[in-house]
């Protein structure tokens, strides 16, 4: 569900109840690292040619940023009175998107869009879009150039769409603090893989939290996030006497963690990628 900025009638408050989704990402995203080995960041570090600390708020930020195609007519579509409550707060649509079961992705629309919004900021062009085809891939597939193709205007919105989309953008790298975008030219290969696989599980542990109100501090909310992922990682990778704060990956290398496939399957496949394209570095 999506609301205007300027629709100060709602429960919460100014802001769109998708930016909470965001910044839970964007905070699963750091508690995971923060139980990594320091390996693993200076991993991603080198990845985008940054200082340890630049890097992991950048690396949040734009896990966080894999919905944004969710403010986008294509996605908002889908359940009627989420419709009926955009409209009312003025994200309209003139020509009807394509409708389900043939509509298009909302991770289709995120990669698409974000790459602009990161050359906006900064980003060497062909990097902008690796990192956002990464991103884009958190449920497990890789979108083609015939897809790309198809996030025509009636699919994403333009307008008041691409102002929404900017918003949520600045917001969540306000909240980070990411500072310069990086220089790198290129983010592929094994790069790439340890960005959709975080993406894809810190997606999926963020989309497991309890629903908390917004508000309008972000910064307060996103603290309030990071900790509640703690605890959503603790219950599922229990720790014990003796085990550092590395537990998710170590039991994960140690012993595979068998799930059914689905919503965490994926996720943690993704993840295991992730981890095998880190130890062969």
């Known amino acids: 569900m999506l609301w205007a ?12 109840p998708l930016m909470g989704h965001l910044l839970d990402v964007a905070a699963c995203t750091e508690v995971i690292l923060e139980r990594e080995p320091p390996k693993t ?31 986008s007519p294509a996605f908002q579509q889908k359940w009627p009175e989420g419709k009926k409550r955009v409209w009312e707060a003025g994200l309209t649509w003139a020509v009807d998107p ?18 602009a919004l990161l050359e906006g900021r900064g980003w060497h ?14 449920h497990g597939y890789r979108a083609t150039r015939q897809d790309l193709d198809a996030v025509v205007s009636k699919e994403k919105g333009k307008g008041v769409w691409d102002r929404v989309r900017c ?14 975008a990086p220089k790198v030219s290129i983010y592929g290969g094994a790069a790439f893989e340890r960005l ?10 963020g989309s497991s939290l309890d629903f908390q109100p917004l508000g309008d501090d972000l910064k307060a909310y996103y603290q309030r996030a990071k900790e509640m992922a703690a605890d959503k990682l603790n219950s599922v990778f229990p720790t014990h006497a003796g085990m550092n ?15 059914p496939a689905g919503c965490f399957g994926i996720p943690l496949g993704l ?11």
């Open 5 to 16: 900025k300027s629709d100060r009638g709602n429960a919460e408050g100014s802001w769109h």
């Open 41 to 71: 960041l200076e991993l991603y570090a080198r990845d985008l040619g940054l200082e340890p600390a630049q890097t992991k708020a950048w690396v949040c930020a734009l896990a966080g940023l894999h919905d944004l195609g969710k403010a």
């Open 98 to 115: 394509t409708p389900p079961p043939n509509d298009i992705s909302h991770s289709v629309i995120t990669e698409e869009v974000l790459s």
């Open 125 to 138: 062009s062909r990097a902008a879009q690796n990192v956002a085809a990464a991103v884009g891939q958190h």
């Open 167 to 180: 918003e949520l953008f600045e917001a969540v790298l306000e909240v980070l603090k990411v500072g310069e």
């Open 196 to 205: 959709a696989g975080l993406t894809s599980f810190a997606d999926w542990i």
């Open 245 to 259: 704060r590395s537990a998710p990956v170590e039991r994960a290398r140690a012993k595979p963690v068998l799930q």
């Open 271 to 281: 993840w295991m990628n992730a981890l095998r394209a880190c130890a062969r570095m």
